[in-house]
């Protein structure tokens, strides 16, 4: 037999060129989440929002820009010391204290009433002159 005729065994894929399974897809989107990244759901299916987190995982940490869910970015997610989320926006200013409503000059509760009962009749006065 020559040796162009011996059937060439099938090469397995390179480590990392293997497929990842549904829960190191999950784990890819859940580190991802935890370092400040919107994976989308974390449902094990790489879809455009998971893409889009790698590409910007890897943009924020200096890596060629790669929007590939593999194995590589699997690795190197779990090689990233901690989790590093964008700083909390600052507070917001205090909001100023409510102002307090005028003391009542008396105990009376129908008070304010008779105020605006004297308000309305200056008011119908004014129409009639």
Do not use: C, H, K
Not at 8 to 24: K, N
Not at 35 to 64: E, S, V
Not at 87 to 106: D, I, N, T
């Amino acid at each position: 037999m020559t040796p162009s005729a011996v059937p060439q065994a099938a090469s397995a894929p390179a480590p990392d060129q293997t497929p990842l399974q549904t829960t190191e897809i999950r784990e890819v989107q859940t580190r991802l989440y935890t370092y400040g990244f919107n994976p989308g759901p974390i449902d094990g299916a790489p879809g455009a929002l998971t893409a889009d987190a790698a590409m910007r995982y890897r943009a924020d940490r200096g890596l060629p820009p790669n929007s590939a869910v593999n194995r590589t970015l699997l690795e190197t997610l779990r090689q990233d010391p901690a989790p590093q989320v964008a700083q909390a926006p600052p507070p917001s200013p205090p909001r100023p204290a409510p102002r307090a409503y005028a003391q009542r000059r008396s105990d009376d509760p129908f008070e304010s009433l008779r105020i605006a009962g004297d308000r309305f009749g200056r008011w119908l006065q004014s129409l009639g002159r």
